[in-house]
């Protein structure tokens, strides 16, 4: 991969890629009433980030500027989730139950809120913790090793077990 | 119920901890075990007599943990945690400090809790996985020398052999869970007549006895007794002679009330006991090992026992505990026995010792006391059930055959007692031996000398454990009080005489052991098939079964994508098919959805797509083309109102088709074979039938319209009002059906880890690879 040599696109994605997470967020926030949600906001995010950051920097680099434990993003993701559900166990109430309301903010003006969207939010994350572990770690795990034989020729290998 | 669950969980929790005390115990780690033993022993002391209790497990499969603590059971666990206890004072010391102590009371005490389960339990299922853990912990501890062949021969073959048998055992549970509808022992016996009747019941009986027979060492399966002698002494004292081998013989006893009145009981039970019984006593004269020969002695007495079961006399029953009993004390004497010898002198080859009873006198008197009770020599406690077991075949349904079999065998025994009391301790002074022999310390011949004392006072009067232990066993068994009359003396009955046959017969063949042991030599040089040599071809030299089993696996698993999926999508079809053809769908009379124009268009596009995917010539082609297979499937989605896929569907297509084209940039060039015409049929008929399939299967399901419009309409009136939500779509995946979303996301997040784990193993792979590292 060549691509991180070029300052072209290194400046496009720096431009590109705040308005790609704030499509992300606003796709995340408009699920409650309108088509988004968790699942394909998650899916955006975790996509437009990782190629964009990938295309730009090769994904080796891509993977080392992202350093932070994939196994933990998705335990928060589950985390967060999990302490939705469970949450209103502990108020008394069935689990699962999700509580929703209006709110009147300054400057916002009145506000929906859903502890819905707090599950949606594990989700989220979730999404973007896989996707984007997928994405870089395939990415830069081929992409280091242009010489060597690619996995299409070891996947014809028969399995033998072992004596 | 405390005390009963008690004594099965303690010696499981007292193994797991047993590593982490070894960190603060050193070679200490002995009395801590020995502390959960006497715990358990206390434990067990203390259940009531008779109690059952019952605590649901699995209720829907009929899974309780009853404990069914009946004399019988009540019997084997005293052996279990009274010899256990002694084992692990005489382990304190017969171990050095170099061993891995810690591995070995962490095996000791799960085969003490796994045993105890088996013995207490009183359902079949739950007595079926103790069963297998004693197997699984027999194992761990013949081959706790794991680094000797020898350990790992035996092990592998212990364990093979009784986890068969336990197999074949738990298909005969199931088979009689069916017929009787509870797998409650109390149950069963109650429906004893309606389990005869059956028509599987004999099918369900020879089953669970190979279990039994495998575990017991009964001929055929006794070839992995001798070589479980691989483990170290206080084991085969311990699991080999004095109770799990007894495991089969319990069960035997167990299902006696059930399947005694059974036309094959006698047939199987007996005849293959008596068989046991003269092989083992015909083996264990042909050894020199002094382990080997025990070995042989136990496969011998076991087969003995058994007999006494299969007669289905209550004679024959009460011969057997009695016998039982007696067996796990004077064995576990003799292990012990040999295993100080084999401490003092380095050796225990026969033919190398000889006249320690100058150097090793307290020893010799030990041995003295358990090879005479397993002779039957009067006052010790082998007399009396000897006596009993030659009475008890001499009116069981085998009648004088029987009693001559077993006069037989014992005239063999009484010969190897000789060999192991008199010979080694009274022959002829030898200075042979590796080490120069001296006494014991006394904390080691302490536990078999308990051992004596109790076979000693068993012998003499033996009414000590009459009323208290063998008593209640027998009428636990039998289900009414017993006629016990255990006695020295019942007069000058036809038993006393075939003991004295035995005993004098036995004397007489030792003083001509020469010429015995030529006669012998001949009978096995004429013998053509050895189970041994089976169980090698088996699975250990030629390991045919597994090469068997490598042949099966690899014709299946070809690592080949291709064949996976024509076998799955294959599986598939042929499923829906014939689902179909039984519940006679005829095509002609289906109510098939309508395919609008505009339908047809994006189904043309997409086949046009999966076309050129296949019969593209470059790599990065196919990518596309199979991209575009799945954008129609999104436009399909938006004009059937339904944006949240469609948008997903894009998304979904478009990360997709960019991690192929990330792997793209690493492939090989795409080579394209020409297809055999095989391969090519193949690969045709899978793909038509699937899509045929799955096209009808699709216009069925939309045409049907089965699914009632309730639910849609309870989402629709809903979402809004109870979730707050106009997405109902997303309101179903967040609220609804959130539990759904949130096991997704936990297999998704497996997925992921997997991912990343595995590219990372790669990579680490890879570099070691590189830095010229062993990679395996």
């Known amino acids: ?163 | 119920m405390a005390a009963a669950l008690g004594a099965i969980v303690l010696p499981f929790a007292g193994a797991v901890l047993m590593p982490l005390l070894y960190r603060l115990l050193g070679r200490r780690l002995g009395y801590a075990a020995l502390a959960v033993a006497v715990a358990t022993l206390a434990l067990v002391l203390s259940i009531p007599e008779g109690f059952s209790g019952t605590v649901n497990w699995v209720p829907q499969l009929g899974i309780a943990l009853t404990v069914q603590a009946d004399g019988w059971g009540r019997l084997l666990a005293l052996l279990i945690t009274g010899i256990g206890t002694l084992v692990m004072l005489y382990s304190i010391l017969y171990l050095g400090a170099e061993e891995d102590l810690g591995k070995f009371y962490l095996y000791i005490l799960l085969f003490m809790g796994a045993m105890l389960g088996v013995v207490l339990s009183g359902n079949l299922l739950v007595l079926y996985v103790f069963w297998e853990l004693t197997s699984v912990a027999s194992f761990l501890l013949i081959g706790f020398w794991y680094t000797e062949e020898s350990g790992v021969y035996g092990a592998v073959k212990a364990l093979l052999i009784t986890v068969s048998g336990g197999l074949a055992m738990l298909a005969g549970i199931t088979i009689l869970g069916s017929i009787a509808g509870t797998y409650e022992l109390t149950a069963l016996v109650d429906r004893r007549s309606e389990v005869l009747a059956h028509p599987l019941s004999g099918v369900a009986l020879v089953l669970i006895l190979l279990g039994a027979f495998t575990k017991s060492a009964q001929v055929p399966f006794h070839i992995w007794l001798p070589d479980a002698m691989a483990a170290p002494t206080p084991v085969s004292a311990y699991l080999h002679s004095a109770t799990m081998v007894k495991a089969g013989l319990f069960l035997v006893a167990r299902l006696w009330p059930l399947f005694s009145p059974h036309p094959y009981w006698t047939g199987l039970v007996s005849t293959v006991g008596l068989a046991t019984m003269v092989l083992g006593a015909y083996l264990a004269l042909q050894k020199t090992d002094l382990k080997a020969i025990l070995a042989m002695s136990t496969v011998s007495q076991l087969g003995l026992i058994l007999s006494l079961f299969g007669y289905g006399t209550a004679e024959g029953v009460a011969a057997g505990i009695l016998h039982l009993f007696n067996h796990s004390t004077f064995k576990g004497l003799l292990f012990m026995v040999v295993g100080i010898i084999d401490h003092m002198t380095g050796t225990r080859e026969v033919t190398r010792l000889s006249g320690l009873a100058r150097a090793m006198p307290v020893t010799a008197a030990l041995a003295a006391v358990g090879a005479g009770a397993m002779a039957g020599v009067p006052l010790l406690s082998g007399f009396v059930s000897k006596e009993l077991f030659l009475e008890a075949s001499l009116h069981g349904p085998l009648g004088a055959l029987a009693a001559a079999v077993g006069t037989g065998a014992s005239i063999l025994t009484t010969t190897y007692c000789l060999v192991l009391a008199h010979k080694i301790f009274y022959g002829p002074e030898t200075h042979d031996t590796p080490k120069h022999p001296h006494e014991a310390p006394w904390p080691m011949l302490l536990p078999p000398a308990v051992l004596a004392a109790v076979v000693v006072a068993v012998g003499v009067y033996p009414g000590l454990v009459e009323h208290g232990l063998v008593a209640p066993a027998v009428a636990a068994v039998l289900g009414e009080e017993p006629h016990l009359h255990l006695a020295l003396w019942h007069g000058f009955t036809p038993a006393l005489g075939m003991s004295a046959v035995a005993l004098v017969g036995g004397l007489v063949a030792y003083r001509r052991l020469d010429a015995l042991a030529a006669l012998l030599g001949r009978i096995a040089g004429s013998i053509r098939l050895h189970a041994n040599a089976v169980y090698d071809y088996l699975w250990w030299r030629e390991k045919a079964v597994e090469r068997w089993a490598r042949a099966i696996t690899s014709y299946q698993m070809t690592g080949f994508l291709r064949d996976y999926l024509v076998f799955i999508l294959g599986a598939a079809v042929l499923g829906i098919l014939t689902t179909a053809w039984m519940k006679g769908l005829r095509i002609g009379e289906l109510n098939l959805a309508p395919v609008e124009p505009h339908e047809w268009v994006l189904m043309g596009v997409i086949a046009a797509g999966a076309l050129t995917t296949l019969l593209a010539r470059n790599r990065l082609v196919a990518i596309a083309a199979l991209g575009i297979t799945g954008l129609p499937v999104s436009l399909y989605f938006a004009w059937m109102r339904a944006p949240d896929l469609a948008l997903t569907q894009l998304v979904v297509e478009v990360i997709t088709t960019v991690l192929f084209l990330l792997v793209f940039a690493h492939l090989p060039q795409l080579k394209v074979d020409p297809p055999t015409p095989r391969y090519r049929d193949v690969n045709v008929l899978v793909a038509v039938a699937v899509g045929a399939v799955a096209a009808l299967y699709t216009l069925l399901a939309a045409g049907l319209r089965r699914f009632p419009p309730e639910i849609a309409r309870y989402y629709l009136e809903n979402s809004y009002e109870a979730a707050g939500g106009k997405n109902v779509v997303n309101v179903i995946l967040v609220d609804f059906r959130g539990w759904d979303t949130l096991f997704e996301i936990t297999v998704l997040s497996m997925a992921g880890l997997a991912v990343y784990s595995l590219t990372r193993l790669g990579r680490s792979r890879e570099a070691e690879e590189a830095r010229g590292g062993e990679s395996w």
């Open chain 1, 1 to 163: 991969m060549k691509l991180k040599e070029s300052p072209v696109l290194v400046s496009i994605v720096h431009l590109v890629l705040w308005p790609v997470k704030l499509l992300a967020l606003w796709i995340f926030l408009r699920g409650h009433h309108l088509p988004g949600g968790g699942f394909i906001a998650g899916l955006v995010m975790a996509g437009a980030v990782a190629l964009l950051r990938g295309m730009a920097y090769g994904y080796e680099e891509a993977v080392r500027l992202l350093d932070i434990p994939f196994p933990a993003v998705l335990g928060l993701g589950l985390a967060v989730a999990t302490v939705t559900v469970l949450g209103p166990a502990l108020l008394g109430h069935p689990v699962m139950k999700h509580a929703f309301g209006r709110l009147s903010l300054p400057l916002l003006g009145e506000v929906e809120w859903a502890t819905a969207v707090l599950f949606d939010l594990g989700v989220f994350v979730v999404v973007v913790g896989t996707v984007k572990a997928i994405l870089l770690q395939i990415g830069a795990g081929k992409a280091r090793e242009p010489g060597r034989p690619g996995a299409g020729e070891r996947g014809a290998m028969p399995i033998r077990l072992r004596r």
